[in-house]
């Protein structure tokens, strides 16, 4: 049996209490900062943004 834990992600909560930045080329930061979750978070977002815009979809 797998234990599976889910956890809902604000990631616009999650980009604000972050220190990393987003700026023309991209995220912006102190590595350290770069957490598996922020990591997560705008990737997340950016593949919310090409899927909005038409350029991702489910399988691509």
């Known amino acids: 049996m797998r ?3 889910t956890q809902i992600v604000s ?3 999650s980009m604000e209490s972050s220190e990393i ?3 023309t080329s991209g995220a ?3 590595v350290v900062d770069m957490t598996d979750l922020v ?3 705008y ?3 950016f593949l919310q ?5 038409g350029q991702f979809s489910s399988g691509m």
């Not at 943004?49 to 815009?53: K, S």
């Open 49 to 53: 943004h090409l899927t909005r815009i």
């Open 21 to 23: 930045t987003f700026g």
């Open 11 to 13: 990631i616009s909560r």
């Open 39 to 41: 990591c997560f978070v």
């Open 28 to 30: 912006r930061g102190q």
């Open 3 to 5: 234990n599976t834990i």
């Open 43 to 45: 990737t997340c977002a």
